[in-house]
């Protein structure tokens, strides 16, 4: 059974940084595409940040470029997203996904989703 479990979200100041964990069992993490996406209050689920299964490409938002950074430790089955210069307009729930395809801003092309952790950045 697959399973990825996002941690590491919590209350910070703007400015302040946080950084996320999504640790995989299950699956290969090796083998496959991870991305983050977030989910704010009334809003569409979107895009954050992806890194493709070799580790040598990502890709962001714009939003966050600069910001973020998405990072994998294969050794550890685990993804990271490191966030920085956090601002009020960053809270949301922070999914983490598996992808057998690299289409890194495409939800539907993740075949894995873990439950989210909840970021929460005041002003």
Known sequence: QVQLVESGGGLVQAGGSLRLSCA?????????NMGWFRQAPG???????AIKWSGSITYYADSVKGRFTISRDDAENTVYLQ?????????????????AVYLPTTSRSYDYWGQGTQVTVSS
């Not at 995989?24 to 496959?32: D, E, I, K």
């Not at 809003?43 to 940040?49: C, G, I, L, N, Y």
């Open 24 to 32: 995989a069992s299950g699956l290969t993490l090796s083998r496959y």
């Open 83 to 99: 966030m920085n210069s956090l601002k009020p307009e960053d809270t949301a729930v922070y999914f983490c996904a598996a992808s």
């Open 43 to 49: 809003k569409e689920r979107s895009f954050v940040a």
